[in-house]
T-cell receptor, first 109, second 116 residues
Framework: GQNIDQPTEMTATEGAIVQINCTYQTSGFNGLFWYQQHAGEAPTFLSYNVLDGLEEKGRFSSFLSRSKGYSYLLLKELQMKDSASYLCAPMDSNYQLIWGAGTKLIIKP | GAVVSQHPSWVICKSGTSVKIECRSLDFQATTMFWYRQFPKQSLMLMATSNEGSKATYEQGVEKDKFLINHASLTLSTLTVTSAHPEDSSFYIC????????????FGSGTQLSVL
């Protein structure tokens, strides 16, 4: 079957760095997306990885290892507005996104 | 970037009535749109895939006669919740696929449906 595993909740301090891990099992693989979702709002796109390695985009970076079925999202210089849920969503062979429950990130001053 | 407009953002209705939710891609053509439902503190659940000019493909367990989807143009898809009941109360989100490249999805702002 298809499965996504992310921590349910994480807490970090403003200005610090946090890494959100994601392991996945899918039927085929066509890349992995990370989305940010604030409470009561729709998700917004953060990153897309299809090849192994690290993709850096400003304060956010995303890493993928296809052989391990593993990805992480790295957030640097945390700001209070980064408090949100972060959704790891791999794309299967039918180009459908598989959604996990996401990781709720709480930023403390 | 590409913009997807979803309307209404919030609706309250009586049990037994029908509610229509619109999803428009404002500055691009979307041959494929997706409809999701999200209950509080749960993940997005794909309800159906909507392709322009053809019947929607529904996920297992989603009643196609209850959740009517129409994708009559390349910029508009609608979801109608027919004979809504309190258990249909949820956050409904649409997304549109930007063709080519990385198959990135753009999301509407979502519709919070509360059925009394």
């Amino acid at each position: 079957g298809q499965n996504i595993d992310q921590p349910t909740e994480m807490t970090a301090t403003e200005g610090a760095i946090v890494q959100i891990n994601c392991t996945y099992q899918t039927s085929g693989f066509n890349g992995l997306f990370w989305y940010q979702q604030h409470a009561g709002e729709a998700p917004t796109f953060l990153s897309y990885n299809v090849l192994d390695g690290l993709e850096e985009k400003g304060r956010f970076s995303s890493f993928l290892s296809r052989s391990k079925g593993y990805s992480y999202l790295l957030l640097k210089e945390l700001q209070m507005k980064d408090s949100a849920s972060y959704l790891c969503a791999p794309m299967d062979s039918n180009y459908q996104l598989i959604w996990g429950a996401g990781t709720k990130l709480i930023i403390k001053p | 970037g590409a913009v997807v407009s979803q309307h209404p953002s919030w609706v309250i209705c009586k049990s037994g009535t029908s509610v229509k939710i619109e999803c428009r891609s404002l500055d691009f053509q979307a041959t494929t749109m997706f409809w999701y439902r999200q209950f509080p503190k749960q993940s997005l659940m794909l309800m159906a895939t909507s392709n322009e000019g053809s019947k929607a493909t529904y996920e297992q367990g989603v009643e196609k006669d209850k959740f009517l989807i129409n994708h009559a143009s390349l910029t508009l898809s609608t979801l109608t919740v027919t004979s809504a009941h309190p258990e249909d109360s949820s956050f409904y989100i649409c997304s549109a696929r930007l063709a080519g490249g990385n198959e990135k999805l753009f999301f509407g702002s979502g519709t919070q449906l509360s059925v009394l």
